[in-house]
C-alpha cells in the first residue's frame, strides 16, 4: 500500500469513526504479529488482556499487509508484543505502526535470544553471495525464532514482564501464568527430545525453511528446497532430489501459506509423500508435538 494512501484511509476512518477511549471491563488491549504469540499471551494474560493478532490464520507474514480495521485497533492498543527478530510484516509496518499510536508499550519478544544465521544449501552460494544478500527476503539473520520451545520460553518471560509492568495490579497472577506455561513448554521440550533423538532420519527436506531454530534445538538438519523466497532452479531441485534420494527421504514437508508445486515434483521423483506442518498454528503445544511426531515416523 502507498503510503499516502495508507495516512489518508487511516484520518479517514478516524474521522468517520470516533471511539470510545473508555474499554470494556479494563482488560488491557494488546496486539501480537502472529497467531502463536497470541496463544503465549493468552495464557499469561487470561481474562485480563484481550489479544488481537495482525497477520490472520491463513495469511504469510513475509508478505502480509494490515486492513483499515486492525490499524484502527492498534492505534488503540497498549500494548505491541512484536516478534523482534526481522519478520518481513515487521519490517515492513512497525514504524507505521509506532508512528499512529506513539504511546504504545511495545514488547520485543526476541530480546535475549541468539539470532542465527540463515543456512545456504546451495553449493554455488560461496560464488553468488553478494548477488544473495541483496534479495535475500529475510535478511541474513532467520526470523523463525518461535518454533523453538528454548525461544518460546524467553519470549514468555520478556511478555511477562511487558504486561506486569503496564498492569501491576495483576502482576502475581500473570507471573503465575507464566510459571505454567513454561511447566509445560519445559514439558513439551523434554518429550520432543526424548522422542526426536531416537529417529534414525536426522534430515528433513521443506519448501519454506521456518524450522531451523527447531532443527537446531533437537539436532536435526533443515533442507530448504525454496532458495530465500524463490523458486529453485532446475539444476537445484535435481541436487535435492538426488540428495534426498541418498538420504532415503519418504516426505517432502510444505506449509499452508506456501506453494507446493516443487513439493509434489520431489515427492514423485522419490516416490514419496507431501505431508503439512504449519509454523503458525496458534495451538504451539500440540502443533510442535504433533510435527514431531510425523518428522520421527518411519
Ligand atoms: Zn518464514
Redesign the pocket.
Known amino acids: 500500500m502507498q503510503i499516502k494512501i495508507f495516512f489518508n484511509l487511516f484520518l479517514f476512518l478516524m474521522l468517520i469513526q470516533p471511539v470510545a477511549l473508555s474499554r470494556a471491563n479494563d482488560q488491557l488491549t494488546a496486539i501480537v504479529s502472529i497467531l502463536p504469540q497470541a496463544y503465549f499471551l493468552k495464557r499469561i494474560g487470561a481474562e485480563h488482556i484481550d489479544v488481537s493478532v495482525m497477520v490472520p490464520e491463513g495469511g504469510n507474514?513475509?508478505t502480509y499487509e494490515p486492513t483499515p480495521t486492525q490499524l484502527k485497533k492498534v492505534s488503540h492498543a497498549q500494548l505491541y508484543v512484536k516478534m523482534g527478530s526481522g519478520?518481513d510484516f515487521e519490517r515492513a509496518w512497525m514504524s507505521k505502526i509506532t508512528y499512529f499510536n506513539p504511546d504504545m508499550t511495545v514488547c520485543d519478544s526476541s530480546q535475549g535470544i541468539h539470532l542465527l544465521e540463515m543456512k545456504h544449501d546451495d553449493p554455488d552460494f560461496a560464488h553468488k553471495k553478494k548477488d544473495r544478500h541483496r534479495v535475500h527476503h529475510?535478511g541474513t539473520k532467520d526470523?523463525?525464532i518461535w518454533l523453538s520451545p528454548s525461544n518460546a520460553i524467553i519470549m514468555v518471560e520478556n511478555m511477562k514482564s511487558s504486561l506486569a509492568e503496564l498492569d501491576p495490579a495483576h502482576r502475581a497472577i500473570y507471573e503465575e501464568n507464566t510459571r505454567e506455561l513454561v511447566a509445560d513448554l519445559l514439558d513439551l521440550k523434554q518429550e520432543l527430545s526424548s522422542h526426536l533423538e531416537t529417529i534414525a532420519q536426522r534430515e528433513f527436506f521443506i519448501v519454506?525453511?521456518?524450522w531451523g531454530y527447531f532443527a537446531n534445538e533437537f539436532h536435526l538438519k533443515q533442507r530448504a528446497i525454496e532458495d530465500f523466497g524463490k523458486d529453485p532452479t532446475p539444476r537445484q531441485l535435481t541436487k535435492i532430489v538426488h540428495d534426498a534420494k541418498k538420504l532415503n527421504a519418504r516426505i517432502i514437508f510444505i506449509s499452508p501459506q506456501f506453494n507446493s508445486k516443487n513439493a509434489k515434483v520431489i515427492a514423485r521423483e522419490i516416490n514419496g509423500t507431501v505431508a503439512t506442518i504449519d509454523?503458525l498454528a496458534y495451538d504451539y503445544i500440540n502443533n510442535l508435538r504433533k510435527i514431531a511426531y510425523m518428522l520421527g515416523r518411519p
Do not use: G, L
Open positions: 507474514p513475509h519478520i529475510h526470523p523463525h519454506h525453511p521456518a509454523p
